[in-house]
């Protein structure tokens, strides 16, 4: 075995490293290369070393200075191809998980009230702030909350099952919040000054105007010496706080079984001022409420000194106010839970 024999297989040990290392594309084959070439046990150029001892003396030393020439170039080039690799894969591994902080990120819906609970709690603040309080009463109710102590006939149309739920006999969904006025005197003595916000039902079908289910604020007050111009005063206070101090209040003879005299309550048309608008149907005024001083007839049944005591009551729609306050034309909107609508009051 001559030496140049043993120098060309190492050059051509050199050039298939060549060769290969082109197609060096990740640290796994990296290493599979590094051992396929310098192992110590079986690796190309490893093996071709074992050949030293068999060539005559005066060739070893050009053998060997090619030999570590040769392996000294293929360590270099795995470390440069090593550097090369890991840089490359660090960048990619940036890459992949680099945030852009300057995105808009994912809002998060937050949720927020009702128009309705809001309208709700600005009435409510109203009349606490005027020393009212807040009381409340079963939408299941009794027949004789809702229509007998309210001094409503036997045969009064309102008790006709075509117009109200029955539940039974002598239950029913409570058509009005009136019946909380009896239940309050019944548990209190005056001087009385409540409201009563609350859910109440009719068997009315789906229109802009109205629903089966809908909300109501019931107002009550007895006191000695109570007058018809205690409850005009006190609406004009509520609808100039409510709606703005521009705002007229006017009553108009009326009849409800539980008031003498009773009355039907208007504003001013929040719209136009009073000029007349579509929404007033040019009168300059809307109807918002019923009203009337407490019926003698129903401190019989809560044993009220009748002789003593005179008060008013008022009771209203809160989805009527809430829609006039937010200028929204169909009631069926406050109950479809579209948040397109909903999103608006947030
Ligand atoms: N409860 C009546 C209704 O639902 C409204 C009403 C009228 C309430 C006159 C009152 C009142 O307190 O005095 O139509």
Not at 6 to 27: C, K, P, Y
Not at 42 to 57: V, W
Not at 89 to 100: C, F, V, W, Y
Not at 211 to 236: N, R, W, Y
Request: with cysteine; charged share 25%; aromatic share 10%.
């Amino acid at each position: 075995m001559s030496s140049s024999d043993g120098i060309g297989r190492l050059r051509a040990i050199e050039r298939q490293f060549d060769r290969d290392r082109i197609s060096v594309a990740d640290l796994k084959s990296l290493e599979d290369i590094r051992t396929r070439y310098l192992s110590r046990k079986a690796g190309l150029l490893t093996l071709e070393l074992q050949n030293l001892g068999k060539l005559p003396k005066d060739q070893r030393a050009d053998f060997g200075r090619v030999a570590n020439e040769v392996k000294l170039k293929i360590e270099a080039s795995l470390d440069t191809l090593q550097a090369t690799i890991a840089e490359r894969e660090k960048q990619t591994a940036l890459g992949r998980e680099a945030l852009d902080v300057t995105l808009p990120g994912n809002r998060r819906r937050v949720g927020h009230r009702h128009p309705l609970t809001i309208i709700r709690n600005e009435i409510e603040d109203i009349f606490v702030s005027m020393g009212y309080t807040v009381e409340d009463g079963p939408e299941v109710e009794s027949t004789y909350y809702n229509f007998d102590a309210l001094n409503f006939p036997a045969g009064h149309p309102a008790r006709d099952p075509r117009d109200t739920f029955y539940v039974s006999e002598h239950m029913i969904l409570r058509t009005h919040t009136s019946p909380v006025q009896v239940r309050t005197m019944e548990k209190i003595q005056p001087p009385v000054r409540i409201i009563c916000p609350g859910r109440v039902f009719r068997r009315d079908a789906f229109d802009p105007t109205h629903s089966p289910m809908f909300h109501q604020v019931e107002c009550l007050v007895v006191d000695e010496g109570i007058t018809f111009a205690d409850l005009k005063g006190t609406l004009e206070r509520f609808h100039k706080r409510f709606f703005g101090e521009k705002t007229k209040t006017r009553l108009r003879p009326s009849f409800f079984p539980f008031v003498e005299p009773g009355a039907e309550v208007d504003v001013s048309c929040v719209f136009c001022d009073g000029s007349g608008c579509r929404v007033c149907k040019g009168t300059g005024w809307i109807e918002v409420m019923g009203a009337g001083m407490v019926h003698p007839n129903l401190y019989q049944f809560v044993n009220y000194d009748a002789d003593k005591y005179t008060g008013f009551a008022f009771g209203g729609g809160i989805d009527r106010y809430t829609a006039l306050k937010y200028n929204i034309n169909d009631l069926q909107l406050f109950f479809q839970n579209d948040i397109r609508f909903l999103g608006q009051f947030a």
